[in-house]
């Protein structure tokens, strides 16, 4: 399994941007699709955002289609998400993960078996 950290979290007001980073050790970091999730509190884990182990291939989540952004620097072995226009329902907790297989194209956090740590983002009103 590959070996995730997180970093880039923080406090922002409401409209502002932060890009997150996951740092990944260990196996093949081009082998994996990679995630991002998000938990609230009192919430369940849900998908963010994914992108495929080429880079081609991207989705998210609807809360945060055309604010948020996917990327990948396979020679550096870094996971990459920008957010803009921030919003309070975006506080929670940010992971990042790996899948199981390639190309399943499920997001759901089943379909993924290694995970960071975590990084918290508040956004305030």
């Known amino acids: 399994q590959v070996q995730l950290v997180e970093s880039g979290g923080g406090l922002v007001q409401a409209g502002g941007s932060l890009r997150l980073s996951c740092a990944a050790s260990?196996?093949?970091?081009?082998?994996?699709?990679m995630g991002w999730f998000r938990q609230a509190p009192g919430k369940d884990r849900e998908f963010t955002a994914a992108?495929?182990?080429?880079?081609?291939?991207?989705a998210y989540a609807d809360s945060v289609k055309g604010r948020f952004t996917i990327s990948r620097d396979n020679a550096q072995n870094t996971l990459y998400l920008q957010m803009n226009n921030l919003k309070p329902e975006d506080t929670a907790v940010y992971y990042c993960?790996?899948?199981?297989?390639?190309?399943?194209?499920?997001?759901?956090?089943?379909?993924?078996?290694?995970w960071g740590q975590g990084t918290q983002v508040t956004v305030s009103s």
């Open positions: 993960a790996a899948a199981a297989r390639r190309g399943t194209y499920d997001y759901t956090p089943k379909a993924y078996n290694s």
């Open positions: 260990g196996r093949t970091f081009v082998s994996y699709d």
């Open positions: 992108i495929s182990w080429g880079g081609a291939s991207r």
